[in-house]
């Protein structure tokens, strides 16, 4: 069955440093994979996803994100943190009808 | 109004009440979405909705009945909820179900609590 997997459940980086967020899915076939983040109190926004082509991905917001198909991979990245870039962050695998959604990891900002 | 609104955004019932959720998106997709936000668990998918058709249930209690007027609207009808079925409620859509690149539109929620 596909799933996704978020090993750190909270992570704290210091403003102005530098982020990566892991993800691990499986699935057999070629996966579409995705990154979201949630803020307090609010729905999910997309970040950047996956479908083909170039391994690295572009998002919003300064974010990044790498397809590792050997390490079954797809990390997060952003050079510099920012105070407002404290949120929780979900990374998913679209399968047939829907998304699976990982459990999520926490990332507070200290200044 | 641009993108997907849930009303309402905080829910208080009781075990024997019946009360709704509604989701409204404006984005013009044909398909549309429940997902339940529990704590410390990943997001669950409930519901899935195609052109005002229900595509998938996925082994969701019967006590959560969902209603899909249009492809614009979609309602989650609650009744003789349980304390455990506190959580956030999300609707999403996206333009087409049955495909794999599923990119999803999130609604902003709404916070039940079951008392």
């Known amino acids: 069955a596909q799933s996704v997997t978020q090993p750190d459940i909270h992570i704290t980086v210091s403003e102005g440093a530098s982020l990566e967020l892991r993800c691990n899915y499986s699935?057999?076939?070629?996966?579409?994979l995705f990154w979201y983040v949630q803020s307090p109190g609010q729905g999910l926004q997309l970040l950047l996803k996956?479908?083909?082509?170039?391994?690295l991905v572009q998002g919003i917001k300064g974010f990044e994100a790498e397809f590792k198909r050997s390490q079954s991979s797809f990390n997060l990245r952003k050079p510099s943190v920012h105070w407002s870039d404290a949120a929780e962050y979900f990374c998913?695998?679209?399968?047939?009808?829907?998304?699976?959604f990982g459990k999520g990891t926490t990332l507070s900002v200290s200044s | 109004e641009t993108g997907v609104t849930q009303t309402p955004r905080h829910l208080v019932m009781g075990m024997t009440n019946k009360k709704s959720l509604k989701c409204e998106q404006h984005?013009?997709?044909?398909?549309m979405y429940w997902y339940k936000q529990s704590a410390k668990k990943p997001l669950e998918l409930m519901f899935v909705?195609?052109?005002?058709?229900?595509?998938e249930n996925n082994s969701v209690p019967s006590r959560f009945s969902p209603e899909c007027p249009n492809s614009s609207h979609l309602f989650l009808h609650l009744h003789t909820l349980q304390p455990e079925d506190s959580a956030l409620y999300l609707c999403?859509?996206?333009?087409?179900?049955?495909?794999?690149?599923?990119?999803?539109?999130f609604g902003q929620g709404t916070r039940l609590t079951v008392v």
């Open positions: 984005l013009g997709h044909n398909a």
């Open positions: 699935y057999g076939a070629t996966p579409y």
């Open positions: 996956y479908f083909s082509g170039d391994t």
């Open positions: 998913a695998v679209g399968r047939g009808t829907a998304l699976i």
């Open positions: 909705y195609s052109l005002e058709e229900r595509v």
């Open positions: 999403a859509s996206s333009q087409e179900v049955g495909v794999v690149s599923t990119e999803a539109f």
